[in-house]
T-cell receptor, first 112, second 113 residues
């Protein structure tokens, strides 16, 4: 199973870009990378996902390296409300079944 | 509103007393799954279901049962709860397509004494 590795914690100044890295060196060719965040003990919230190309939505951008072994989630203008634990997840599947592999995430603290 | 609904949000029980945590989704998702979250261990999958009447074990299935009699519901059953099942539980659902994100419920905090 593809596993993900993230730094345990990061700080970011309010208004600056937050760049959260993730390594997924064992990812297979058709496995997507998903990013979620969890605020306190609420249910994880979907942010963005991608396969090969860079992706952008209203919340964030996702940069995936050409070899697909790592990715970076970018929050372009972090606010205090972005303080959360961010999870980089790979969805792995065999023979029509699949599961999501969660790591322990990065605790992002946005500082005023 | 599209959502995954878990009940109850909080539950305190005693060892050995059977309990059920309900999960319902209104998005017509084929895939449903249960996770538990413990400090330092992240989210671990308990069971999942690819469709009605199809369930499979995740990484930590011991002590749990599930059923999928209808597409929208996926209850988690603890036949004889033990203190090591004290945890935060999340239900999630998605479409089966390769490109579909998981939608999570708000969680159930279970304490077994």
């Amino acid at each position: 199973d593809a596993k993900t590795t993230q730094p345990p914690s990061m700080d970011c100044a309010e208004g600056r870009a937050a760049n959260l890295p993730c390594n997924h060196s064992t990812i297979s060719g058709n496995e997507y990378v998903y990013w979620y965040r969890q605020i306190h003990s609420q249910g994880p919230q979907y942010i963005i996902h991608g396969l090969k190309n860079n992706e952008t939505n209203e919340m964030a951008s996702l940069i995936i390296t050409e070899d697909r072994k790592s990715s970076t989630l970018i929050l372009p203008h972090a606010t205090l409300r972005d303080t959360a634990v961010y999870y980089c997840i790979v969805r792995v599947g065999i023979s029509g079944t699949y599961k999501y592999i969660f790591g322990t995430g990065t605790r992002l603290k946005v500082l005023a | 509103e599209a959502q995954v609904t878990q009940n109850p949000r909080y539950l305190i029980t005693v060892t050995g007393k059977k309990l059920t945590v309900t999960c319902s989704q209104n998005m017509n998702h084929e895939y449903m799954s249960w996770y538990r979250q413990d400090p330092g261990l992240g989210l671990r999958q308990i069971y999942y279901s690819m469709n009605v009447e199809v369930t499979d074990k995740g990484d930590v299935p011991e002590g749990y049962k599930v059923s999928r009699k209808e597409k929208r519901n996926f209850p988690l059953i603890l036949e004889s709860p033990s203190p090591n099942q004290t945890s935060l539980y999340f239900c999630a659902s998605s479409f089966r397509s390769n490109n579909s994100p998981l939608h999570f419920g708000n969680g159930t905090r279970l304490t077994v004494t």
